[in-house]
């Protein structure tokens, strides 16, 4: 693989994890990965540092704030039933 | 015409049927919260302050729930509420986005790790092993708004280009390369930490 094709994957890599690019970007971009070993592990961590990312930044909602919030409704899910 | 619908027994049949529907709209709205929280947590520096804005988000929603279009995605309605107020409340006076020139790779932080322990290091586990939860959250909260707001919603919020458009009120070309260049600032922030 030519320093070219690994520049262009690069491009698409943002892409290509979120779901993003157009079908046939997508088939580019696996092209290189399925033979390109460098681009390949680099892919992997990206991925699981997206991973890492989303489980580590994400906190729960705090106990309590469902009580509050549902006391914001202006309706009483008793009086009008589904 | 003039007469109030609720004269009529129509009239009566819509004011119940619309009242099952607020009703509705209220229960989708509450089983999101966890998620709109989420995204509020790392808009914002403190627990409280996310507390508030979720809290204000829902007291607006409620109140403007006949705005909504059923059938659309409605998380997204909500974190464009949440979004607006925490606009409109004056966010903290940052620094001017940071004008530094960027690394030249997205694979940035992966060569930094690399020169520093060796390819094994991209292993999934290593890379959970060299960053801390505190790193993560203390670098997404170093990144200049502009740019977080992307992240935060794309990154933990999961949500399209297209929808973190819409919540923030800018062209998808806009969400993409602020999204480049908050990722980049992220992994630039988590390398001065993961190598040292």
Known sequence: MSDGDCGKCERLLQGYLDREL??????EAEQHLNGCDYCRRRYRFEESLRVYVRTTAAERMPPGLMEKLAQ???TDPGAAPL | MGEPDTAEPNGARRV???ARDRVRFEEEALALAD???RVARRFVSTREEAEDLVQDTYARAFRSWQ????GTNLRAWLLRILTN???DRGRRLQRRPDETPLEETDYYLANKMVESGGE???DQDRVVERLSQDSIVN???DIPHDFRDVVVLVDIGDFSYADAAQILDIPMGTVMSRLHRGRRLLKARLAEEAVQ
């Open chain 1, 72 to 74: 914001l409704r202006s």
């Open chain 2, 139 to 141: 670098a997404l909260a």
């Open chain 2, 120 to 122: 094994q290091v991209l």
């Open chain 2, 85 to 87: 107020l925490n606009v």
């Open chain 2, 35 to 37: 998620q709109v929280y």
């Open chain 1, 22 to 27: 157009t079908t046939q970007e997508v088939v």
């Open chain 2, 67 to 70: 705005s909504y279009t059923p």
């Open chain 2, 16 to 18: 119940a049927s619309e």
